[in-house]
């Protein structure tokens, strides 16, 4: 089965999280290319997609929006699975998922989507940044769960293995978890 991990990351926090999601992919057995959304060309040739966006001040990168926008029926056509990285300090909740994800929701329909928590490191940040951060008082922190992303990674591995073995998708449950 061939996957196309694809992630939009303003500072690559979540773009390391896209390669350790694709590293986790490899190691059971699938076919695996990550390429930033905006560098994607097509999509036919991939059996699934794992996209996943940098979230900055509630909303999804342009990117991974644009994406989105590109490939909407074709994501439809295939098991797609979609994350969000960004929140800093405490752990994630349902009011930090992004404005975007109930249309994405509706209009490409993923199997799932976790919200994992962000990196913010002062060195990464321009001065606007800064001074948003410094107003809002976020942390600087990396609060990206590795585990929990190498756990979620092994259950798209084991679902889209199931999969190419002759069972239905038509389904579409989201993965436990």
Request: aromatic share 6%; proline share 7%.
């Amino acid at each position: 089965m061939k996957v196309l991990v694809t992630a939009a990351s303003k500072h690559g926090a979540t773009a390391e999280i896209a390669g350790v999601i694709r590293a986790v992919l490899e190691k059971e057995d699938l076919d695996v290319d990550l390429i930033a959304p905006e560098e994607v060309e097509r999509i036919d040739g991939y059996d699934a997609v794992v996209l996943g966006s940098g979230v900055y001040a509630g909303h999804w990168l342009k990117p991974a929006k644009d994406f989105v926008r590109r490939y909407e029926a074709e994501l439809r056509d295939r098991p797609l699975f979609v994350f969000s990285s960004g929140p800093v300090g405490a752990p994630p909740k349902e009011s930090d998922e992004p404005a975007e994800i109930a249309a994405v929701d509706a209009s490409i329909h993923p199997i799932d989507h976790r919200v994992f928590g962000g990196r913010m490191t002062p060195s990464q940040l321009g001065p606007f940044e800064k001074l948003i951060v410094k107003v809002v008082k976020a942390p600087m922190t990396d609060d990206r769960p590795w585990e929990e992303i190498a756990d979620w990674a092994k259950e798209i591995a084991r679902y889209l293995n199931d999969a190419s073995s002759d069972r239905v998708l038509a389904g579409r449950v989201p993965v436990a978890g």
